[in-house]
């Protein structure tokens, strides 16, 4: 037979009818509504379903509403839209185009047939609290949905839309009413939704487990001190989630006697002619992004007095946090491309240090050049790992402590180890966004991740048959699992001497004094920072 032939042969046989039936789509019925999924390779997905009201007009600025219903059957196999932010620049944790304020959506990935009540995993993602989405396709569940789990990532409200105050605001809403961490609430109202109805899906409500990384980790950090998030997830894991970051009064000076976010909330508005709650609620959402608001100076990690009534610090030294198993690590090189003399949140940390305690840092670090590489992965990052999981071991919950640090030679940035954000597709299994070639020791790292991750969200306990043994964290020799390009391996925390003369410094009594204050009752967008 010639080609020809051949091909006309296939092509006959491809347009042929089959006996086997198109699969139905997925279809689940919730108080809100039905939805019509999709399936594909042992996965059905519901995309853009709605927790809470839309946030606009009257609603910006305030607390999530009332999820809609509706009546029709709904197109459940596209994403919504992103929560408002500046343009995309590349950044794979975005996801697709368009934005709009009604943005408060979630997505769902389950096993195809689910024979019993499976973990729940909830994604929170990153991005600085001022960029990214739960649509990206970083992000995919299905991977992990076909390890059993029932996955759930979602959007909440950025930059000025999701952390903000200003007096014209106060003066207009209840007393008792929350403020100021507006994404904060979308995220709790996320989890209620999830708690009322991950069981149409499969999903055991009984077992969530919320994870994210960079400011999604924070989050974490903060779900687990919120006293209206109690009793809403089972576990938690928080990837690069910092710890000891500057965290804002809303109605007081803070650290280093930084304003108040109400205080810098009127200022923005005076600058942009906008002086009453009608003048801010009509601005149209472009002049909200300039100039953009900055996690690392505090501007949007708030201390409000309802949602977050502390320090993260503040919370775990008293033992306030979740008692819920944790999984908390950091990767290898974060911020390499950041200096502590940088003008920004992170280069004022080494700022109250004697010139004992840096001349000691540095010497830890062989000198300034050391000092400068890798002061602030370990102060912002590392550190504060270490010294959550302690703490949260001492209050009597299970706590594992990791460091991320597979890397390839392929990377073109100049890294010297695992950057912020890049341990990010192998937990999701979506190693083909990866900025380089896939290497056999990036598929052997995303299976032992993935495999720890998912032993985790089912029992509290990452260990399981096939795999090194992760122990649990413990005061002292504090003991880490590796993600190494040679594969897992536990051992002792890798320059532990240097992040023991951080934790001295940090902890000295003025330094806990300074961000424990509570109110009464640019980096390339491959990896973007927290």
């Known amino acids: 037979m010639t080609f020809a032939a051949a091909l006309a042969t296939l092509s006959l046989a491809m347009t042929q009818p089959t006996d086997r039936p198109a699969a139905e789509p997925p279809v689940v019925q919730l108080p809100q509504g039905a939805l019509s999924g999709a399936a594909e390779d042992e996965v059905a997905s519901f995309k853009n379903i709605p927790y809470a009201a839309p946030p606009v007009g009257e609603r910006r600025w305030r607390p999530p509403g009332e999820a809609p219903q509706w009546e029709d059957l709904r197109d ?36 195809e047939a689910v024979s019993a009540p499976a973990p729940v995993m909830v994604w929170i993602h990153g991005g600085g609290l001022v960029n990214g989405s739960g649509t990206a396709a970083l992000y995919d569940g299905s991977h992990l949905a076909r390890q059993g789990m029932v996955v759930v990532t979602l959007n909440y409200r950025l930059g000025r839309l999701g952390f903000f105050d200003h007096p ?121 992004l300039s100039p953009a608001p900055v996690f690392a100076n505090g501007d949007l990690s708030l201390i409000d007095g309802k949602i977050v009534t502390s320090t993260v610090e503040a919370a775990f030294r008293a033992g306030r946090q979740a008692p819920v198993p944790l999984i908390i690590g950091t990767n290898s090189a974060e911020f390499w491309w950041m200096k502590p003399t940088d003008r920004n949140g992170y280069g004022m940390i080494d700022d109250d240090m004697t010139w004992l305690e840096r001349a000691l840092i540095t010497a830890a670090y062989g000198g300034e050049g050391g000092f400068d590489r890798g002061f602030l992965t370990d102060a912002v ?88 043994n992760w122990p ?59």
């Open 168 to 288: 014209a605001l106060v003066a207009e809403r209840p007393a008792d009413e929350a403020a100021g961490n507006y994404g904060l609430m979308d995220v709790i109202a996320a989890l209620k939704w999830v708690r009322a109805n991950i069981a149409a899906f499969g999903g055991d409500p009984a077992n969530v487990t919320i994870f994210g990384e960079s400011a999604g980790g924070a989050i974490v950090t903060r779900m687990m001190i919120s006293p209206p998030a109690r009793g809403l997830f089972d576990r938690a894991v928080v990837q690069s989630g910092l710890g000891r970051e500057l965290q804002t009064p809303l109605d007081r000076r803070g650290a280093f006697d930084l304003p108040s976010a109400r205080e810098r909330g009127e200022a923005w508005a005076y600058g942009h002619n906008l002086m009453t709650a009608a003048d801010l609620r009509a601005a149209p959402v472009e002049q909200l």
């Open 381 to 468: 990052f590392a550190e504060p790992a270490r010294w959550l999981a302690r703490r949260h071991a001492a209050a009597g919950h299970p706590a594992y402590l990791y460091r991320f640090e597979v890397s390839s030679p392929d990377n073109p940035e100049p890294h010297g180890g695992a950057t912020h954000a890049i341990e990010r597709p192998y937990v999701f299994g979506t190693l083909a966004l990866l900025p380089y070639s896939v290497r056999d020791a990036d598929r052997a790292a995303s299976e032992a991740m993935i495999g720890y991750w998912t032993a985790f969200a089912r029992s509290g306990d990452p260990n399981g048959v096939g795999r090194p």
């Open 472 to 530: 649990m964290t413990v005061g002292g020799d504090t003991q880490m699992l590796q993600f190494r390009n040679e594969g897992p391996a536990a051992t002792s925390l890798p320059e532990a001497g240097r992040l023991d003369l951080i934790e001295m410094f940090r902890e000295r009594p003025h330094l806990i004094s300074k961000p424990a204050i509570t109110p009464p009752t640019s980096r390339p967008t491959a990896s973007p920072s927290t």
């Open 76 to 111: 459940a196999t596209r994403y919504g839209a992103l929560c408002i932010q500046a343009t995309p620049q590349g950044d794979p944790g975005v996801g697709p185009l368009p934005m709009s304020e009604d943005c408060l959506t979630l997505n769902i990935w389950r096993p």
